[in-house]
């Protein structure tokens, strides 16, 4: 990730195309889009990669998932009765732009599944509704039947916040990891799941459930079926699956599953899902609790 994001801040083409080429076009070369669409200033520089390469796709796709990153930015992170009308119009033109170069590299490239995944993100920030945002999860699984961004975003989609339910959002997270071989990384949709959950609870109700022994019981069983299975593969994407069961088991006041994913963990913290805990500071949230745990 390092590389690539030093490549983009150093607006180094070259060097950011053959670090894309040298991944499969599958959930691995997804996660470096994304690390590359972190970097301020990649917007600057994406249009002349793609008016220097007109027949390629890969410029294109940066430059989509970059206006995406783009975009949140401007909308941020805060619930939509908070983000200024001005944030909301920037937002979606943006998104729109991302939508255009998503579709183009979708049609150029009809195997690839990382336009569709850039696709399941522009549709929610614009809003296209629960059917055709269920079109755009399935026309990307259709590629990467086990693509974990995509679950990711579909779980996102469905939650209560994004006009989903609870019931729906818990039922997709079960299915997709009973749905995926032992080992899987999509087990972690069911931690995200109770984590969703809990924090769209007021302040008191969301400790009970959390702490819950059935939520326990179901994050116990995820973690067995996911990170804790022989089968699984530390693929990109791993750290954050385990700082995802550290945070959940955490809350639910677990200290010994907690203390087992914290230490698997190695001390490498993803803004994600810490973030939830301490927007401005993740990597102190992620202390805190680790201390909790006795690690």
């Not at 430059?63 to 909301?88: C, D, K, L, N």
């Amino acid at each position: 990730m390092a590389r690539i994001q030093e490549a983009a801040k150093a607006a180094d083409w070259p060097a950011v195309r053959e670090l894309l080429e040298a991944r499969p076009e599958s959930e691995d070369r997804t996660e470096l889009l994304w690390a590359v669409s972190e970097i301020s200033g990649v917007e600057t520089w994406i249009p002349q990669a793609i008016e220097a390469e007109p027949g390629s796709a890969l410029p294109l796709l940066v430059a989509g998932i970059r206006y995406i990153s783009w975009g949140w930015e401007a909308r941020t992170g805060a619930r939509a009765q908070h983000v200024a009308r001005e944030q909301f119009e920037v937002f979606h033109d943006r998104l729109r732009i991302a939508e255009k170069w998503l579709y183009e590299v979708a049609e150029r490239e009809p195997g690839w599944a990382s336009p569709w995944c850039g696709l399941q993100v522009t549709g929610r920030g614009l809003e296209v509704g629960q059917t055709a945002a269920r079109r755009r999860f399935e026309a990307t699984v259709r590629r990467d039947p086990y693509h974990l961004r995509a679950h990711q975003q579909h779980l996102q989609q469905i939650c209560a916040k994004w006009g989903g339910s609870h019931e729906e959002m818990h039922a997709f997270a079960r299915r997709s990891m009973f749905g995926a071989p032992a080992g899987s990384m999509l087990g972690q949709l069911v931690a995200i799941a109770h984590l969703e959950h809990w924090l769209d609870l007021d302040a008191g109700a969301d400790a009970t459930y959390i702490r819950g022994p059935k939520v326990t019981a179901s994050l116990r069983e995820a973690a067995e079926r996911c990170v804790l299975h022989p089968d699984f593969v530390r693929r990109p994407g791993w750290v954050q699956v385990y700082n995802t069961f550290a945070m959940a088991f955490s809350l639910a006041g677990d200290k010994a599953m907690a203390r087992e994913c914290f230490e698997a963990t190695d001390g490498s913290v993803t803004k994600f899902p810490w973030y939830y805990l301490n927007g401005s500071d993740p990597v102190a949230a992620y202390r805190e609790h680790r201390s909790a745990a006795g690690r």
